[in-house]
């Protein structure tokens, strides 16, 4: 349905496309809302438009496997000696990579995060146990608090009525 709102006001709404001019014009308009829309749309953090890398699919990783086993194995060992054994203290990618797999978000959500909530939470130096159970318990407030509010609501006072009455 946006499509077909954007293509009238790019003005396609006045094109007779049974005539072959007006047909191609109409179809430019369909080709020129499609990338519009498909470039606000965001999944993950990634837009619709974005082609498909070779690296995504299932076939490639296949063939690539042993590669990213020895990538992730150089990981773990270099990690492993750095701050495991040496205590070395953690520059600004670890302190990302920490923050990530402790907030329990992929790397491509972390890239769709705009960059001040980045920065908030790197200040926030949530890698440290006693910053993270901090903000854990803020984020469970928050979370009840919304919760609250949503259990106030007529709407959903009227939507776990009908999920009650048909589940």
Request: hydrophobic share 40%; proline share 3%; glycine share 4%.
């Given at each position: ?15 007779n496309i ?5 047909y191609?014009?109409?179809k430019?308009f369909e080709?020129?809302?499609?990338r519009?829309i498909?470039?606000r ?6 837009p619709?438009s ?5 690296y995504?699919?299932?076939g490639?990783?296949?063939i690539?496997?042993p590669?990213?086993l020895a ?6 060992a270099r990690w ?6 040496m205590n070395q203290p953690?520059?600004?990618?670890e302190q990302e ?5 402790i907030?329990?978000?992929r790397?491509?959500q972390?890239?769709?995060m705009?960059?001040?909530e980045k920065?908030?939470l790197m200040?926030?130096?949530l ?6 159970d901090?903000?854990?318990?803020e984020k ?9 509010e949503m259990?106030q609501?007529n709407?959903?006072?009227q939507?776990k ?7």
């Amino acid at each position: 349905m946006m499509i077909k709102q954007r293509i009238a006001q790019l003005g396609g709404k006045d094109l007779n496309i049974k005539k072959e001019k007006d047909y191609a014009k109409f179809k430019e308009f369909e080709k020129v809302a499609e990338r519009e829309i498909l470039e606000r749309v965001y999944i993950d953090g990634v837009p619709l438009s974005e082609e498909v890398s070779i690296y995504s699919l299932f076939g490639f990783r296949i063939i690539f496997f042993p590669h990213s086993l020895a990538k992730w194995l150089f990981f773990q060992a270099r990690w492993f000696i750095l701050f495991t054994m040496m205590n070395q203290p953690y520059g600004r990618a670890e302190q990302e990579y920490v923050t990530k797999r402790i907030i329990k978000i992929r790397p491509d959500q972390w890239a769709g995060m705009d960059q001040e909530e980045k920065d908030e939470l790197m200040e926030r130096q949530l890698w440290l146990p006693e910053n993270f159970d901090v903000w854990k318990q803020e984020k469970k407030a928050e979370e009840e608090e919304r919760h609250r509010e949503m259990a106030q609501s007529n709407r959903y006072k009227q939507v776990k009525r009908f999920m009650k009455k048909y589940n």
